[in-house]
Structure formats: C-alpha cells, structure tokens
C-alpha cells in the first residue's frame, strides 16, 4: 500500500498543535538571528534546559488531563503542590517525598468523595479545598515563608543530570509512560472515557463512576504532589505561592492539545505537545524580552485562534 | 411567602445565614454598631458584590465567565486614567470604563456563541488578553483620581451631600432618614435593581433563565437564544466594569495585579453557589449572588473583631465554602431513583 | 375542503444520519378541521410535526402555508405564522412560573417591560378555559405533575392564538376529565376555524374528534381520507400495511413448568410500582405490556439495581436478592443486562469508537488485572460484530456515525459480551427498521433457547404477541393481566392496558 496516510480526525489538534509548535520555533530562531546572530531554540542544551522547567507544568498537565477526560476540572492544583512541598521539606529525611505524595493521596480522595458521592460541581469543590488548604499552610508556617529546605532526593531529582539529560525530565517521562499506559491499555482508561462520554450510559453499563472519577482526581492531585516535590527540589525549598503559576497554563496545555473540555475525548501525546507548546511559547517570549502585558496577550489570543482552528465545541439543541 | 421561601429555598437559608453573622458580628464589635463600621464594611464588599453580580449572569446560561476578575481589573486600570477632571470629563470616564467592560463582555459572547467554544475556556484564555490589556494601560500601579468623587462615594449619604452641597449639605430635612446609608451600599444595589430587575423581566432575559433550565425547551418554545448567551456576557461584562470603576475610585489607583484578577474570579464563584445559584443554571439571580458576596465577607470581618489569629483566616474561609456546599449535597443520599444523579 | 390548504407539505423528505424518517411526503390540511395523524411508532409522525412547527428543516420539500411558501428557520417563524404545536416531550421550563411559560415568546409589556400583572391575569384566564382553576400561576413548573404540566402546556399553546394546532399525544397523561376539556376546546376551535392536528393512538379518541384522518407509515403518506369513509380494519390495515409487518421466529411450544430465573414478590417502589408480582422461568421470553408509563420502566431499572427504596422480595436465580447498582447487577452470580430504551443518552456513548462500546460492560474479560490485552479485545470486538452483524466499516469508527438498527446492535453486543443470564429489554426496538427487528427477534428467541430469560416491554402490541412467550400487562404500577399462548392477542392486551375487563376495544 503507497496511499497516504489517512488523517484522523483525533489527530487534527496534534497535527495543529505539532505545526504550532515548529512556527514558534522558526519564529524565534529568526529573531535570535536577526538580532544576536546565535539560534539558542535549536541548541539542545538550551532546549532542555527549558525542558526541564517544563517538566513540572508536564506533570501538573498529565494529572489534570485524567480530571479533564472526566468532564470535571481540578482547580485545587495549586495548593496540593505548595502543600505536598511544603509537607516534603518539613518532614525532610528518606520519608519527605512519600510524606509530599501523601498529601497528594488525602487531597485526591477528599476531592473524588465531594466531586463523585455528593455529587457537588468539581468547580466549586476543588477550590474550597484549595482555600482550605492554603489555610492550613498559612497557619501551619506562620505566613512566612517555611525556611524547610529540600533533601537530598528531592534536589537530585529536580536538578541533578543523568547522562546529560536533567532527571526533572526523566521524572517527567515516566509520569508520561504511566499515564499513556493507564489512558490506552488499562480498563481505567476506558472505564474514564466512557465515563467522561456519558456519565449516565457507562453507568448503567455496570462501570462503576464514582471509583473512576475518584480515580482520576487521586491521579491529578498524585502528580500536582510530586510536581510539589520536585519544584521544592528545584528551588531548593518550598514557599508559599508556589504553585499559583501551574494551574492555568495545565488547564491550557490540555485543552490546546486536543482534549475536549467537557470529557471523553483526547489522547496524552497531544497534552505533552501542548505542553512542549507552552513552554516555548514562553522561553520564546522570555527571549524577546517581551513585556508580561504582550506575554498575557498573546497567551490568550494564541488559545482562542488554535481552539477556533480546532473548529470544536458543539452547538446544543436540537 | 411561604411559597416564596419554598421556590428559594437556597436564597432564603443564604439570607439567615447572612443575618445570623451579620447581627452578631456587631452584637461582639467592641464599638457596636456605628455608621463608620457599615461603611467600612460596605466598602469592601462593593467590588466582589459587582464581580459576584456579574459571573451570576453566564452561570444562570449553565456557563460560566473566568474573566470576570480579569475584566474588573482591566476596567480599574482604564478608570485610573479617566476619573479626574471636570465633572463632565469624569462622567464620560466612567462612561468609557463601562463600556469597555461592556464591550469586552460582548467579544466573550460573540467568541462563545459564533466561534463555537466552551464558554469556561473561552474566557479562561479572553481573561488573559484582559490582564494584559490591563497591564499595557497600567504597567505600574498607580491613577489619580478626583478627591471630592473618592471621597463622596465611599462615605455616607451625608458626607456625599456635603461634599457636592446638595440638599443643603446634607442638612435637609428630607434627608435625614437616609443620611447614615453608606453609598456604596446604593450604588451596588441600585446597579442591581435598575440594570438587573428590569432586564429580568424582558424576553431576553427569562430567555437566559430558560437555557439553563432546558435549552431544547428553550429552542422548541422559540426564543431567541444566541442572543441571550450574547447578552449574558455582555452584561457579565458590564458588571465588572462597574466593579472595577469603584475599585479605582475606592482607592484611587489602577493596579493590574493577577493573583488578585483571578482571587476575584474564584471568589465570584464561591459568591454565586453562597448565593444559591446552581452552578448548572436556571434559578437564582444577581441579587442572591451579592447576598453570597455580603456572607463571604461577612465571614472575613470576624477576624478583626475576635481574637482570632488572622493567620487561620484562609482556613476558616475554606471551610465555610466547603461545607455550605457540602451541605447542600447531601440531599443526593436521598435520591431514589440514582439515574436521577447521573446526566 | 375546496379552500387552499392552510398548511400544505410537498415532496418533503428528511433523513438522519443517513435513515430516511420521511421521503416524498405531500401533506395538507384545512382551517376548521380536525385532522388526525395515525400511523404505527416510527412511522413519521413526530418527524412530520417538527418540519411543520419549524424545529427541523426538511432535506427537500417545500412547506406552504395558506398558498405562500414559507421557510421557517426555527419555532419561532412557525409559531409566527401562527403554528402551534404541543410537543409530546413538553416544551415548558421547569425553573420558570406557570405564568412565564405560558406567556413565553409574547408576554403583555408595560414600558417594555414584562408586565407581570397582566401576566398572571391572562394566565388565569387561559387556564380557566381548560378548567385547571387550580394551578397557580406563580407556581414553578417543576413543582407540578405531569398531567397538570400538559394542561399548563395546552394554555400555552391556546395562549398563542394558534390558527394551526398540532396536538402529539397530548391527553396521554392526563385525567379522563382534562381529555373531556379538551375535547370541548377542540370543537369550539374548529368553529373558530382553526385547524387543529391530533396524534393519538387511542382510536376511539380518533373516531369522537376528527373528521379527516392520514396514515402514515414508514415515513411515507399513505391515504388521506374522511371520517367514515373507511372501517377500522382498513385504518389498521393502513397503518400495519401487510407487506411490512415484522415477522417472528416460531415460538416454541408452550412448556408448563419452567425453573424460575426471577421471581418477584409484592414489589413496590415510591409511587409507581405498587406491588408488583410475577415469575421470569429460564429460557423464557415474559413480554411487558400496558400504556406508556404505568411502570413498565421501573419495574426494569429495579431489577437492574437502579432504583433505592424498594420494597417487597426479590429472588434472582437461587436466592440472590435484588442488586444494590448496575456493576452489582452485572457482575452477580446471575448476571443481569437492560437494554435501556433511550439508546443515546443510557445505551451508548455515542462518541466513542464502535469498539469501544462493545467492550464497555465487559472490560475484565478482555484484561487481566486491569491490563487490557489487545489481541483478546479485538477478537471480542470481531466477535461482537459478526454475531450481530454490525454493517460498519471499521470498529474505530465512533458510534454515532451508525444508523439506529446498528446502534441498537452494539448495545445488544455489549450486553452479549458478559454471557447474562436475565436480559432486561426496554422497548429494545423503538425507532428501529424493520430487518433489524427481525434480527433483533430472532437474536431473542435463539438467545431464549440457549435458556437465557428476557423480560421485554414494547409499546408495540404486535412484538408482545409475534415473541412472547407469555405476556403481563402493567396498570398503575400493578399487574393486571397476565396472557399464556393463543391467549396474547390485540384485543386482550389493549382491554388490559385500558384496565377493561371484559370490555373488548
């Protein structure tokens, strides 16, 4: 057979997003030319070292794609990872990072229980236990910032490099094989895109919803933790705050790499390429010396037009 | 009435709860009731109470607007520029302020009603573009804003007469029931009820309340709904306009801060479900949502007045919000037929 | 009828997804009419309906009303040109007042704005006129019961000043004195010239009101004729049409005893099953008739563990009780599948792949340990489709894509996937061509032989008496008549279903 390839539908947004991505890489690479004579994006140190800041948005991201297939939304990311950190740090020693990733655990259950049992909008739930979280480290470190510092582990796999590739990206990957692995080859996969299709039909198809849902939140607050963890690592210690910047940017690499907002539909490839997106998207920015009013800018025209480009979203009523 | 408590049972147990923290907040202050301590108090809720207005509005569509924080700022910065001035100049800023507010609302609808797009990522991503507006205007905080104007709105009645010398400065005779209202507390509510009651009782409005109801209804009973999802966020729009036209004035500056654009944001949410709006739409009104607002608030003053270490208040908050919806969620163990649970 | 046509259809055709709901329809009715639309379930009459009231937009076809052409882009323009319809699936908004809904599209305005008093005057005066002085006004819609909400529904549609009304099964909830009301309203109409357009499947309700009738039947206009001018045996003929009945495997002879699969005792459930008692044997097809709603349904989403609160006893084969969820249902030691009757928002997940589907209830026979093994997956998958024959062209394909026989087939393979032992079927056939119907009957019978049991409603009479082995009839949550062999015909279930005894409709 010599046909060409047939384009699938779920593969528009990759293709797009892929396409997007080699724009903003040609784009960026013109103006380091025009100006300085040099062409960093295509250097792969550079390009990994913006990589593995990356990484831990790429967790964050993975997370929140299993919450996002749901049809529900995570938004108690940004606490869970300054609460995992904080919690890592303090206890510090061999049992700072199983200490991070259980507050992942506890965040994920409460989470499932308000979101799938009392049923109550994923919206309005994960925020109030992000509220409640922030206070409890608010109280717990004074409202100063925790001068905990990270342990060892924690700094090795956050900074340290293996073979000249930085381990925060080696973390990343494996994150990434999991969830591939859960999302393809697993019943969970395919009990949490029928769940995420209709709630109501995978039901009464004998899945049992409220485990899946469950499921996939202990997923997203399990990585939001060990993102924690790792940024710790990476700035050395935990401090309040930490995690603000993570949560709308996963929102957006999600959605940008082809998921639908409201559930069922998306593969994890085109949420590491809409996260590979944004994160060039913002070196490049940095690099242009743009100023953050232009960054906010063009962050939000560029979701708009690939999303328009997607040509998605339904029209109700019939 | 007792069929009206029965048709907002939600409204009216926020309205106890509201009374009941209210009452004895003042009941402990140490002062006890005064003129100045309602004003304070009225100050601060007047941006969330415009803010929570205005997320009502794309709520009650079963949608939801994640730029209303963004659009409040964006209006401040815009306002911080405008307000100073002779009189006319001063009211046509705040014209212009509110219509980019408007204005803004209106790209919403358009991009959620022609472009296709979930509503909650549509303004996730416009909200952005209105940060970054914001910023460009007001690269640093800073404004100037008329004096007299600061002043006369973020007083008592008596203090705005006196500032414009109106009514004999305040003195008049026909004032004096009125003279301890805080203004504030008469722009939000006269907003309210002259931009939000009458606009309830036109065919575009209920026509917002049908969708969220049942929008093949809505569509089979013939009304007009591409226009009402176009009016909600242009009215969402507005309403954050307004809320950031009085930050500005309240405290004179425009600051494009972003934790604080997204702060407001989520704290409408919270307002709106306080309020007893359904978060999927159909019942519920703005001014249930300033009553949600007024509850938020009233929780965060208790902080002042009890010896309650200031440190534990995100704490407290958190849990007021989770259990008040909790709360309401227990009704689900009820539910006979579990189909009923699943949509 | 030598006036032009108030409403006049010509060579209309619609189809979905690629299933022809109507095709070369010329349709036409006159102004002071009572015109009746008869014809067997998805034979197009709600498709009809829609086209006329503007909710669809037929593929070709022209519409004319009073002699012009019109194109409605949507209710609105119909309902301007003083078509009104009621639809069968109510058009009110639960979250709004009586008032609001029924003066919906036009409310009386004062400075331009809805003016509420006037509002609620004229909806008391509507309501007066179907005589429902006890519906409030400022009562929600969602806070009243269904026979009131039609009632509710009626006035709205009177308050529309309608010069064409379309009434789709609209007295099927309502009590015997509303039917009277609006038998009333429907003469004064026609003396107002209004012409009004009646669906029902109740004939005598037919034979009182309407003076002209069209059959309809597999989406195409049979013959349209005046009142009296045919007997009712024509009309049935009409309406069933020889050629096209469905036909049915033979039923094997009647066996006495059979090992019961089910068995049910004084079975209740809030205030719709009351007391339901009854025995499923193995290798038995038990239909369920009666009239829509009288909790045929229920009955079916108890034994499949959907329902909480139920009481009386429940034996599933040795003495298993009643599943507490759906995933207890399916994985006990008798399993138990429902075929739902709404295959698109409770049989399928419509976006999903055909694949997908398939395997959706039976995810642990393709994987072990949670792993799902690929090979295994697809030869269930190959599996599924060829048993069922699945006309698809590839099983990624997402389901949607398929016509509603087929749809309706993978729900079927879904279920066949996990080998149950009870299969619950909610009018598995609804919307259905006919060779899928006979596959579908046939796939029963051979599944019924392999000593699987099936406990089927169908509002379709003709499937309860070409596959049942045994027919009960269901009124008011209760068992009213229960049929064995050459006693299950026509009349007998249709004097059950009306709660007549003796009374041969």
């Known amino acids: 057979m010599t046909t060409m390839p047939q384009i699938r539908p779920d593969d528009r947004p990759l293709l797009i997003a892929f396409g997007f991505t080699l724009v903003i890489l040609v784009i960026g690479t013109g103006y380091t030319l025009s100006t300085t004579g040099t062409m960093p994006l295509l250097q792969p140190s550079y390009l990994m070292q913006q990589l593995q800041i990356g990484s831990f948005l790429g967790i964050c991201a993975a997370g929140m794609m299993l919450v996002i297939l749901t049809g529900h939304i995570d938004l108690s990311i940004p606490w869970t990872l300054t609460s995992a950190a904080m919690v890592a740090t303090s206890v510090g020693g061999p049992w700072a990072i199983p200490a991070g990733l259980s507050v992942g655990l506890c965040v994920g259950l409460v989470n499932g229980f308000g979101v799938s049992v009392l049923r109550v909008p994923s919206m309005i739930f994960t925020l109030g236990l992000d509220t409640v979280l922030r206070g409890l480290m608010v109280a717990r470190t004074g409202g100063f910032a925790p001068q905990d510092t990270a342990t060892p582990a924690m700094l090795y796999l956050a900074k340290a490099k293996l073979l000249g590739v930085p381990v925060a990206l080696f973390v990343w990957i494996a994150v990434s094989l999991v969830v591939t692995f859960l999302l393809t080859r697993t019943t969970f996969g395919r009990a949490l895109y029928a769940t995420g299709t209709k709630e109501r039909a995978a039901w009464l198809s004998g899945i049992r919803t409220r485990a899946v849902v469950t499921g996939a939140f202990l997923g997203s607050a399990l990585c939001a933790a060990l993102a924690g963890v790792l940024l710790a690592g990476y700035s050395a210690k935990a401090y309040q705050g930490m995690g603000n910047s993570y949560l709308l940017p996963a929102i957006a690499a999600v959605v940008l790499g082809g998921t639908h907002i409201l559930g069922g539909r998306g593969r994890y490839a085109g949420t590491f390429l809409g996260v590979v997106l944004i994160v060039l998207l913002n070196s490049i920015l940095s690099i242009m010396q743009m100023p953050e009013a232009f960054r906010q800018i063009i962050y939000g025209a560029v979701i708009i037009g690939m999303l328009l480009i997607y040509g998605r979203g339904t029209r109700v009523s019939e | 009435m007792t069929r009206w408590i029965a048709q907002n049972r939600g409204f009216a147990a926020a309205l106890v709860l509201f009374a009941a923290l209210y009452f004895s907040y003042h009941l402990m202050h140490p002062r006890g009731f005064s003129t100045a301590v309602l004003v304070q108090n009225a100050n601060e809720l007047v941006a969330i109470g415009f803010v929570a207005m205005a997320q009502t509005v794309p709520v009650l569509l079963g949608g939801l607007d994640l730029s209303v924080g963004a659009v409040m700022t964006l209006a401040a910065c815009v306002a911080s520029w405008l307000l100073d001035g002779t009189p006319a100049q001063i009211a046509l800023g705040m014209i212009a302020t509110l219509a980019v507010g408007a204005g803004f609302g209106l790209m919403n609808g358009l991009i959620v009603v022609y472009g296709r797009l979930q509503p909650i990522i549509a303004t996730l991503a416009t909200g952005a573009i209105a940060i970054g507006l914001a910023l460009l205007i007001r690269p640093n905080p800073g404004g100037n804003v008329d004096g007299d104007l600061n002043w006369a709105l973020t007083n008592s009645v008596y203090d705005f007469a006196e500032t414009y010398g109106f009514a004999r400065g305040g003195d008049a005779a026909w004032l004096q029931p009125f003279v301890n209202i805080p203004v504030p507390l008469i722009l939000l509510f006269g907003t309210a009820c002259l931009v939000w009651l009458p606009f309830k009782r036109t065919v575009t409005g209920r026509t917002i309340y049908a969708i969220g109801s049942a929008e093949g209804a809505a569509y089979a009973s013939g009304l007009p709904i591409d226009r009402a999802r176009i009016a909600a966020f242009t009215l969402a729009g507005f309403f954050a306009a307004c809320g950031g036209l009085y930050l500005a004035i309240q405290t004179s500056t425009g600051n494009a801060d972003v934790v604080q654009a997204g702060a407001y944001t989520l704290n409408s949410i919270a307002a709106v479900v306080l309020g007893g709006t359904a978060l999927l739409g159909g019942t519920g009104g703005v001014i249930a949502s300033i009553l949600g607002a007024m509850i938020l608030r009233a929780v965060s003053f208790y902080f002042r007045i009890l010896d309650i270490d200031p440190l534990l208040q995100p704490l407290i908050e958190g849990i007021v919000l989770l259990t008040a919806v909790s709360a309401v969620a227990f009704r689900t163990f009820g539910v006979k037929n579990q189909l009923e649970l699943f949509r | ?505």
């Open chain 3, 1 to 505: 009828m030598q006036n032009v046509p108030i409403v006049e259809l010509s060579d209309v055709a619609i189809s979905f997804a690629g299933v022809k709901a109507l095709a070369g329809v010329d349709f036409a009715c006159h102004a002071g009419s009572t015109h009746a639309i008869l014809g067997e379930n998805g034979a197009g009459k709600s498709t009809l309906i829609k086209i006329i009231s503007g909710v669809l937009k037929p593929d070709t076809g022209t519409i004319a009303v009073n002699g012009s052409k019109v194109g409605f882009s949507g209710p609105a323009d119909a309902a301007d040109a003083g078509i009104v319809c009621m639809f069968q699936e109510l058009s009110l908004i639960p979250d709004l007042s009586v008032a609001d809904n029924v003066s919906i599209l036009r409310p009386p305005r004062r400075f331009g704005l809805i003016d509420r008093r006037a509002q609620i005057a004229r909806t008391e005066e509507l309501l007066a006129r179907v005589r429902c002085e006890d519906v409030d006004p400022r009562a929600m819609v969602r806070d009243l019961s269904l026979s009131r909400r039609q009632m509710v529904e009626v006035a709205k549609a009177l308050g529309r000043d309608p010069k064409v009304l379309i009434l789709d099964e609209a007295t099927s909830a309502l009590t015997q004195r509303d039917v009277e009301t609006i038998y009333g309203l429907l003469d004064e109409l026609r003396a107002d010239g209004v012409c009004s357009l009646f669906i029902s499947h109740r004939m005598h309700e037919v034979e009182a009101l309407c003076d002209r009738l069209s059959v309809f039947r597999n989406g195409q206009h049979v013959e349209t004729f005046a009142k009296g001018e045919r007997s009712d045996a024509e009309i049935v003929r009409l309406m069933i049409g020889r050629d096209v009945t469905a036909k049915f495997p033979p039923k094997p002879p009647i066996r006495a005893e059979r090992a019961p699969a089910v068995r049910l005792d004084d079975l209740r459930w809030e205030d719709r099953l009351k007391g339901v008692s009854l025995t499923l044997g193995k290798g038995e097809i038990l239909g369920i008739g009666g009239l829509d709603g009288q909790g045929q349904k229920e009955l079916l989403l108890a034994l499949f563990g959907v329902l909480k609160g139920t009481k009386g006893t429940v034996t599933v084969g040795d003495g298993d009780g009643l599943a507490t969820s759906p995933h207890r249902a399916k994985t006990g030691k008798n399993r138990i599948a429902l075929i739902p009757d709404d295959r698109k928002t409770e049989g399928l997940m419509l976006s999903l792949s055909i694949a997908d589907n398939i395997v959706a209830a039976a995810l642990d026979k393709v994987a072990s340990g949670g792993v799902i093994d690929p090979g295994r997956l697809d030869a269930a998958v190959r599996d599924g489709i060829a048993r069922l024959q699945i006309k698809a062209g590839s099983p990624a394909h997402a389901v949607r894509t398929l016509s509603g026989g087929n749809q309706q087939k993978v729900v079927l393979a879904k279920w066949l996937m996990i080998a149950p032992d009870v299969i619950l079927m909610n009018d598995p056939t609804r919307g259905i061509d006919v060779g899928t119907k006979q596959e579908i009957f046939r796939m029963m019978r051979t599944l019924a032989d392999e000593g699987k049991s099936i406990l089927f409603y169908s509002s379709d009479y003709a499937e309860l008496i070409g596959c049942a082995d045994r027919v009960i009839v269901l009124y008011d949550g209760r068992v009213v008549s229960e049929l064995t062999g050459e006693a299950i015909t026509e009349e007998a279930i249709v004097a059950a279903s009306l709660n007549l005894k003796g009374e041969v409709a």
